[in-house]
């Protein structure tokens, strides 16, 4: 797995209705993806255990989830490799969110 | 030429046989013809330009509204591969729905339409370029959506 880009997702929310309400935290996107393959690597050992025929609806399940998966760990990928730069911006009447790469 | 030689040596070692070799090389010489045409001095400037964001902002003249969203090109990219597998699991009765509606989207291919979109009719960088009258809030609002 590569290392290279910028590892944190910083998520800022800012609520300005009478009271002031600000949440900042980080989340390390190397981190998160370490835990989405970990998770791949438990859901591929259920699916060991779990019946294969199309009749079931848990194997399936399990299949769509390792697909949202492994789509979650691409755009993870995506997201860090072009430098420190602000994801999302937004502001409305009183509140603010934004996602910023750095 | 080096790739040229590589293939004759797959050939040479019985990897590819002659005629697989002469396809490589025909593919080979019609992917160097391109580049060598973008050298010449008729190019327009925004076909070899590389664009790094799709930007997408919002905003109104009386403030209430601001919304910047930058998307690296790589993850519009990444997002147009995953869409065809997402859509796959679209339950059936919604999918249904919009066929009814005349909408397939498994017939969709969202990675062919991000590379259109970035290689091939982007002249003008400027993908929309909107005003329009928000009665709601009494506000003239901007959408403009453009590569950088």
């Avoid at chain 1, 998966?69 to 755009?75: E, G, S, V």
């Avoid at chain 2, 790094?52 to 109104?60: D, H, Q």
């Amino acid at each position: 797995m590569s290392n290279s880009g910028h590892g944190f997702l910083w998520f800022r929310l800012r609520v300005n209705n009478g009271r002031d309400i600000r949440i900042c935290f980080p989340l390390s996107i190397h981190v998160f993806r370490e835990l989405l393959d970990s998770f791949m690597d438990l859901l591929s050992l259920i699916s060991v255990f779990v019946p294969k025929s199309p009749a079931l609806g848990s194997g399936k399940s399990i299949r769509t989830a390792g697909e949202l998966i492994r789509a979650l760990i691409a755009l993870l990928g995506s997201v860090s490799g072009d430098g420190p730069y602000d994801l999302l911006d937004i502001e409305t009447e009183g509140v603010s969110v934004s996602i910023n790469i750095r | 030429m080096s790739d040229q030689l590589k293939i004759l040596e797959m050939i040479e070692n019985g990897q590819i046989t002659a005629a697989e070799g002469m396809e490589l090389l025909d593919a080979l010489k019609a992917g160097a013809e391109p580049a060598a045409a973008g050298t010449g001095a008729n190019t327009s400037p925004a076909a070899i330009r590389s664009y790094k964001f799709l930007k997408i902002k919002v905003s109104s003249d009386n403030k209430t509204v601001n919304v910047n969203v930058n998307i690296p090109i790589r993850l519009l990219t990444t997002i147009g591969e995953v869409a065809g597998k997402v859509t796959a699991y679209i339950p059936a009765d919604a999918r249904r729905q919009m066929e009814a509606k005349g909408v397939d989207v498994a017939s969709i291919d969202y990675a062919k339409i991000i590379e259109e979109v970035l290689s091939g009719t982007l002249e003008d960088p400027n993908i929309v370029d909107v005003e329009a009258w928000d009665e709601e809030h009494k506000a003239l609002v901007k959408v403009r959506i453009y590569v950088e």
